[in-house]
């Protein structure tokens, strides 16, 4: 895969690096893909190399790097005490921030010759979500995003197609908290919700022990459908 990391401007003039991965053609429509806690890591990156197979040009902004630059863990025990340690130290508005800048970033490369969607998961299904309010994006893959009941004032800028994957064991998430999020989007044609049953949060990572490849492959599925329909 052609990948290498690449510099974002933050809206403050500050610079910090995404990961550009590029699809084989070398062109495409726009994904900004948005890490879990434990940063731009292995699994991370492997997301991005798959959806730039798909045919989209990925890049995947490092959301920790006013804590720590290219926050790269594991997730073992270690791995994950220091990931929750970055979450909770984060702030979640700036993170949002970089998000919609790296949306402005891949839209003026020159590989990128379509529209361009945000896709996040966990913290990252928040960002994507905020920084689609933020930066206008095309549209919206939010899988398992933690926190979205805390800012559904930002429901009236997300005009956008947007997508939500959730999971109906997560230990994380509750259905009350979804059951929030499905009322503030009742009504609203842009807004596709699907829920998996009997999995819990972080189904969609291999590199974890609730990874169920049934639903990941669904979701995968049913984003990529999503993704053709709104970025055409």
Same mark, same amino acid.
């Given at each position: 895969?052609?990948?290498?990391?690449?510099?974002?401007?933050?809206?403050?003039?500050?610079?910090?690096?995404?990961?550009?991965?590029?699809?084989?053609?070398?062109?495409?429509?726009?994904?900004?893909?948005?890490?879990?806690?434990?940063?731009?890591?292995?699994?991370?990156?492997?997301?991005?190399?798959?959806?730039?197979?798909?045919?989209?040009?990925?890049?995947?902004?490092?959301?920790?790097?006013?804590?720590?630059?290219?926050?790269?863990?594991?997730?073992?025990?270690?791995?994950?005490?220091?990931?929750?340690?970055? +979450?909770?130290?984060? %702030?979640?508005?700036?993170?949002?921030?970089? !998000? =919609? #800048?790296?949306? $402005?970033?891949?839209?003026?490369? @020159?590989?990128?010759?379509?529209?361009?969607?945000?896709?996040?998961?966990?913290?990252?299904?928040?960002?994507?979500?905020?920084?689609?309010?933020?930066?206008?994006?095309?549209?919206?893959?939010?899988?398992?995003?933690?926190?979205?009941?805390?800012?559904?004032?930002?429901?009236?800028?997300?005009?956008?197609?947007?997508?939500?994957? +959730?999971?109906?064991? %997560?230990?994380?998430?509750?259905?009350?908290? !979804? =059951? #929030?999020?499905? $009322?503030?989007?009742?009504?609203? @044609?842009?807004?596709?919700?699907?829920?998996?049953?009997?999995?819990?949060?972080?189904?969609?990572?291999?590199?974890?022990?609730?990874?169920?490849?049934?639903?990941?492959?669904?979701?995968?599925?049913?984003?990529?459908?999503?993704?053709?329909?709104?970025?055409?």
């Amino acid at each position: 895969m052609n990948s290498r990391w690449i510099d974002i401007q933050t809206a403050q003039g500050e610079t910090f690096s995404g990961y550009l991965t590029l699809p084989p053609t070398g062109s495409g429509p726009g994904i900004v893909l948005v890490q879990e806690i434990w940063g731009v890591n292995e699994h991370i990156r492997a997301v991005a190399e798959q959806y730039a197979l798909d045919g989209y040009v990925v890049l995947a902004p490092d959301v920790f790097w006013r804590l720590s630059p290219r926050v790269d863990l594991p997730y073992d025990d270690a791995g994950t005490q220091q990931a929750f340690g970055y +979450y909770q130290s984060v %702030d979640t508005a700036l993170a949002a921030s970089d !998000v =919609a #800048a790296a949306v $402005a970033t891949l839209r003026q490369l @020159p590989q990128v010759t379509g529209k361009v969607a945000t896709l996040g998961f966990c913290l990252g299904g928040q960002l994507a979500y905020r920084a689609a309010a933020l930066s206008r994006a095309d549209a919206a893959v939010c899988y398992y995003g933690g926190g979205i009941q805390q800012h559904l004032d930002v429901t009236a800028d997300i005009t956008m197609p947007i997508l939500f994957h +959730y999971a109906a064991q %997560d230990g994380h998430i509750s259905q009350d908290m !979804v =059951a #929030a999020v499905k $009322a503030a989007f009742a009504g609203k @044609p842009n807004a596709q919700f699907h829920d998996y049953a009997g999995v819990d949060h972080g189904f969609n990572c291999w590199g974890r022990p609730m990874y169920d490849q049934r639903a990941a492959a669904l979701a995968h599925g049913r984003s990529l459908q999503f993704l053709a329909d709104a970025l055409g």
